[in-house]
C-alpha cells in the first residue's frame, strides 16, 4: 500500500518557513542535488487477459475429494463439465502493480457465476452430487493456477497476500468486489502473486491457518 504521509524533512521546513523570512534578504534557492537513490514515481497498473490451461487429473481430484475411488458414472460427469466450464466460465488475468513488493506481478482467475448457480441447482438434488461438482470447480481453479504459477503444486495451496490499492481498483474494473475476511465475489477463484515468493509469510490466511510453515 503506498502513504500519503509527509516526509519528516518536508514537515520540518514548512514549519521554520516564517522564521526563516524574518532572518534576512532571501538568497536565490540552490537547485536540488539529485539524488540518485531518490524512488522514482511508480508506473501505471497493467491488467492483461491470460490463458488458463487447468487439467482434470483423477488423482489430484481424488485427494482433494477424499475419496479413494469415483464411481464410473460419476466419472463420466466430472470430465465433460469441466471441459465446458473450462471453455465457457473460466477467466484469467495478470495484474501487475509496479507499487507493490517483489515486482508487482499477480495472478488472479475465477469461475463465473453460472457454474455457483449450477452447483447450487445440483445440490438441491443430491447434496454428495453437489459435493463432487463444488471439488470439481476448486480443482480447476487450483489446477489453472498451477499450470501459471507451478510452485503452488508442491504447497497444494496459494499464498493469498493483501491487494494494494492499485490491485483493488484491478479488481473493480474486472467485476470483482474484494471483502476484508480475504475473498473476492466469487465462489471459486484465486489470487496469488505471481511468479512465486515468500509463500505463507505474505498469506493473509496465516493467523487462522494450521497448515502454515516459517519455512518459505
Ligand atoms: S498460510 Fe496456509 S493458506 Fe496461506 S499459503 Fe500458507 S499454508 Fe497456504
Known sequence: M???????????AAKTTPAAKAAGPKKAAKPAARN?????????????AIDARPEFDLFTYCELAGETRLEHDLLEELEPRFDDWSAKYLR???????AAPKGGGHIVLWLEEPVESE???IWQDSPSAGMSFHNLAIHMVMSAAQALVP?????GCAPLPKPTAGVLKAF???????????????????FTRSPYSDGCSVCILRPKCPNARDDD
Open 2 to 12: 503506498t502513504t500519503t504521509k509527509k516526509p519528516a524533512a518536508a514537515k520540518a
Open 151 to 155: 510452485e503452488l503444486a508442491d504447497k
Open 92 to 98: 484469467a488475468y495478470r495484474i501487475t502493480d509496479p
Open 172 to 190: 473493480e474494473k474486472l467485476g470483482l468486489v474484494w471483502n476484508t475476511e480475504g475473498t473476492v465475489n466469487r465462489q471459486f477463484a484465486v
Open 36 to 48: 540518485p537513490a531518490a524512488k522514482k514515481p511508480a508506473g501505471p497498473i497493467q491488467v492483461e
Open 119 to 121: 452447483i447450487e441447482g
